[in-house]
């Protein structure tokens, strides 16, 4: 059974960046698109992007897409997400996610929460000086 492990999270100024990753345990990420979120106390989880780990395309977001950048690295077991110029309001848990390609069509169209069901357990970015 697929589990998704965030890592990298912590403080960081305004400007500066982090980079995120989600490994996956238990089973390569091939057969999945794998998502970043991001949540805010008392506020909805939302997506930034998610890549298709078949052919790695991306999909943003469009707030996203200026600053945030999906990856994989070239075994498929850990994805990033390469975040830069970060600033106070990015401050939340930001979340890894799978959904399995056999049962979606990855697109622009998945980047919604209700299509992944594999969670990570969330690593918190603080962006404060």
């Known amino acids: 059974q697929l589990q998704l492990v965030e890592s990298g999270g912590g403080l960081v100024q305004p400007g500066g960046s982090l980079r995120l990753s989600c490994a996956a345990e238990?089973?390569?990420?091939?057969?999945?698109?794998i998502g970043w979120f991001r949540q805010v106390p008392g506020k909805d989880r939302e997506v930034l992007g998610c890549?298709?780990?078949?052919?790695?395309?991306?999909y943003y977001k469009d707030f996203a897409k200026d600053r945030f950048i999906v990856s994989s690295d070239s075994a498929k077991i850990t994805v990033y997400l390469q975040m830069d110029g970060l600033k106070p309001e990015d401050t939340a848990v930001y979340y890894c996610?799978?959904?399995?390609?056999?049962?979606?069509?990855?697109?622009?169209?998945?980047?919604?929460?209700?299509?992944?069901?594999?969670w990570g357990q969330g690593t918190q970015v603080t962006v404060s000086s």
């Open positions: 238990g089973a390569s990420l091939e057969a999945y698109a």
């Open positions: 890549i298709n780990m078949y052919d790695m395309k991306t």
């Open positions: 996610a799978a959904t399995d390609r056999r049962w979606v069509q990855v697109t622009r169209a998945i980047l919604h929460r209700a299509y992944f069901d594999t």
